[in-house]
């Protein structure tokens, strides 16, 4: 098996911490690294768009070696012919950050700790404090974080902005607003959490060559990991035997749809359509049969006995035959007989929508328990609560939130965001790339059918994947094809029929962001 790439991991403030101590007890000196990683930050940020020689350069510097970082950069800058303003609000600095503040003010880089010395900057460099923030920022520095943010003036933040936690992205009392974040050495868990996304603005991350040993050493099994275009590609089914035929490339069961949300079943039909899965059958209400028969003719659609209310009351259907089922897309709660045969079953599951709120009501830890084949679960916050209501508190970190629900149920658990988590027992991935234009109802369907025919997939031709490593391509492709549609349509253009169009080209003909780290 090929080694992770350090673009897959993801730390904590104190997994990282135990990184740096390894490799300084290595004998890396610190002031070595610290001028390496200055090196690379200023270098990058030399070709970012925003930048142009002589623009004039506010600095903030911490204590910290966040700041000692940014002291070089600002020293860089200041050779390269760059007019330098450093801002010093806080006093007292780490010896090796001291050393560097005495160096630059050698040079007559101007030094001030009245944060009014930056509003005619062009530019501002971020390093008041890296990772492991962890106590609130008040008082004088919080205003003073507050009046940057109303100056207009483009911000890049070295390792995160200041402010935010490393591990839940939370702001802690006030944090400044980035316009990008160079993340350093290995991304940062807070980084990838739906709460810093509107303080960090563009994220990269900027190696510098820790061993792979001893990331691995600290952050090995078990724990946050990044989904990176190639991981993601690795599980797709983007080759088939020469021989492969309609029933040997899955067969996949969709139940959903009543009269009350007939477009449901359309919409998950069409997401597992693109799947390429070899043979799918969609079981809706009988009443709603002819209408979906018209826009998914190359689908068998059984209609159900149903409700008075228009919804699926039973299945006239053996689920053994079916290498994968995906339910619950517009059922309504009306559903609970189908949903109580659904659960039954020895097939491998995937649940959403209307068949989360009545596994809610069923009692989701204990229905899942008795279940012997794997389940999928891809809520959104509100069914996450619904269904783990004792975990609502651990949602301020989606991190621990949808690790405890997959410890709990022994169940994959998809927590829908913008920064979507999965995870199950062992590991909690995260996707680090989205796009507003999936805030649109019916988008989740799209990916309930495609999960299902993927996985239907993965069963009939029995490769050696996981359920998670299907699952988390799903869910990262159905992302991309959020992105590529969006760049042509803009967000306010993709509607979940559109979506759903975009996947295909959305691995054919990758979009620049697709092929991203």
């Given amino acids: 098996m090929p080694l992770p790439s350090v673009a897959q991991f993801v730390v904590t403030a104190a997994q990282m911490r135990q990184i740096e101590s390894r490799v300084f007890a290595a004998g890396m000196p610190v002031a070595a690294l610290m001028e390496k990683v200055a090196g690379r930050i200023t ?59 005495t160096y630059c003010q050698s040079l007559g880089i101007p030094f001030s700790s009245a ?27 919080a205003i003073a974080l507050a009046q940057l943010n109303q100056q207009n003036i ?20 006030g944090a400044i607003r980035a316009d990008h974040t160079f993340c350093l050495g290995l991304w940062k868990q807070g980084l990838l959490q739906d709460a810093a996304l509107e303080w960090t603005g563009q994220t990269e991350l900027i190696e510098f060559d820790l061993p792979l040993a001893d990331i691995q050493a600290i952050a090995g099994e078990g724990t946050v ?17 020469p021989t492969a035929h309609k029933y040997t490339v899955g067969h996949a069961l969709l139940v959903c749809g009543s009269q009350q949300y007939v477009g449901a079943a359309l919409l998950a039909g069409l997401g597992a359509r693109a799947s390429g899965v070899g043979m799918l ?16 003719p190359e689908a068998l659609i059984v209609g159900c006995p149903e409700t008075s209310s228009g919804a699926i009351a039973s299945l006239p ?11 619950g897309p517009g059922l309504t709660r009306d559903a609970v007989p189908m949903m109580q045969q659904v659960l039954a079953s020895a097939q491998t599951l995937i649940l959403d929508a209307d068949g989360l709120n009545v596994l809610a009501q ?15 679960l891809t809520p959104h916050l509100g069914e996450f609560r619904r269904l783990f209501p004792a975990l609502s508190e651990s949602l301020s970190c989606r991190v621990t939130a949808v690790r405890n629900a997959a410890s709990q149920t022994g169940a994959i658990v998809v927590l829908k965001g913008a ?12 996707n680090p790339d989205s796009s507003p234009a999936l805030a649109r109802g019916g988008s989740g369907d799209v990916l309930t059918g495609l999960t299902g025919g993927l996985l239907a997939q993965a069963i009939a031709a029995q490769q050696p994947v996981t359920p998670l490593e299907v699952v988390k391509s799903a869910v990262w492709w159905h992302a991309q094809a959020g992105i590529r549609a969006a760049a042509t349509r803009t967000v306010l253009g993709v509607d979940p029929a559109t979506l759903a169009s975009a996947l295909i080209p959305a691995i054919a003909s990758p979009h620049p962001a697709t092929t991203r780290l």
């Fill in 43 to 101: 270098q990058r940020l030399q070709q970012l768009p925003i930048y142009r020689s002589r623009m004039r350069v506010g600095v903030l510097v911490g204590p910290g070696h966040n700041g000692g970082d940014a002291l070089v950069v600002a020293r860089e800058l200041h050779f390269s012919g760059c007019p330098v303003q450093i801002w010093q609000p806080l006093a007292r600095l780490k010896e090796l950050t001291q050393a560097h503040a």
């Fill in 115 to 141: 944060v009014s010395s930056l509003f005619d900057c062009d530019l501002l460099i971020d390093g008041l404090f890296g990772f492991g923030l962890e106590r609130e920022i008040e008082g004088e520095l």
């Fill in 154 to 173: 483009p911000v890049v933040s070295i390792d995160l902005p200041s402010g935010l936690h490393t591990d839940t992205g939370a702001v802690l009392g």
């Fill in 225 to 241: 990991r990044r989904i990176t275009p190639a991981v993601a590609l690795a599980h797709l089914p983007l080759t088939r035997s």
């Fill in 281 to 296: 059958t969609i079981a809706v209400p009988a009443s709603i049969k002819p209408w979906l028969s018209d826009r998914l």
């Fill in 317 to 327: 259907l053996d689920l053994d035959t079916y290498d994968a089922i995906a339910c």
């Fill in 362 to 376: 069923l009692g989701t830890t204990a229905t899942l328990q008795s279940r012997t084949a794997p389940t999928v």
């Fill in 419 to 430: 920064r979507t988590a999965i995870a199950d027992a062992q590991t909690v991935w995260i």
